[in-house]
């Protein structure tokens, strides 16, 4: 294995994405224009890390920070290591909200390693997301998140060999669509926060049948609403496979996911929340945005963005 020089640095942006889009359950994902700035650079002594800015004063300083734990996985995929790491993250995206932290931060690290180890292989200068959609998603368990991370835009993800038999790890892919330009992301998020993990805890192992259907109908018509047909986008973002189930955990977003549907407004639960996605074609009604953030709500539009960017 291939060891890194002390001295070399690497500074990534990578932005927020909000998964599901309603009924696109672990397939259908945004990125937004929330983004993280990662910097590391390769050292001869131990590792170390700082952070600024969202979750600061939550997650470790030390290597078993999860962008380390990246950077260390990257270097592995590309037969590199590095003696040590100083790691600096400027994090303005919201932790445990339901905005895809943790998959900026795996993206963020895997991407900084492929450019460290670039030094010592020029082949890999050369873009490999499929590598990075795959990478990042083992760490996820499901690609949505990452994929839209990595690729920027609207990406539908998908897994291959599910059942991940021991011999055949499962394959995560993604593809990238070009959204409609009507299109405008807005995020109303709360000050409560989530976690994926307690609110799957949520979910059935089966749900009914005409439920799965009515979901593979809508999540179809949601790329065809977020691709060419926005007018479309109310019916399109209409969901039976998580969110009712989810509602206990977030009141008010469920509240307010409802108010704004009863508005005309085609919203839903980004992720496993819980922060609503709203997907607007005309302008955010100053009302409502008002009555958002009297209960809380920092109402933001981020904008759709483009993928991970090495700086």
Known sequence: MRVLPAGLSVTVRVPASSANLGPGFDSLAIALGIHDEIEVETTDSATTVHVDGEGADEVPWDSTHLVVRAVQRGLSAHDTRAVGLRVKCRNAIPHARGLG????????????ARALAAHLDTGLCADNADLLVQLASEFEGHPDNAAASVLGGMVVAWTENPSGAARDRPGYRAIRLTTDPLVRPVVL??????????????????????????????????VAALTSRPDLLMAATEDRLHQDYRAAAWPLTAHWVARLREAGLASTVSGAGPTILTLCTDEFPA????????DGFAVVEPGLADGVRVM
């Open 101 to 112: 932290s943790s998959a900026a931060a795996v993206v963020g690290g895997l991407a900084a």
């Open 287 to 294: 009302e409502l945005r008002e009555l958002a953030t009297t």
């Open 189 to 222: 998020v709360p000050p409560c926060r989530s976690s994926t993990s307690e609110t799957r805890g949520f979910l059935p192992e089966f749900v009914p049948h005409r439920d799965a259907a009515f979901a593979a109908g809508r999540a179809a018509l949601a």
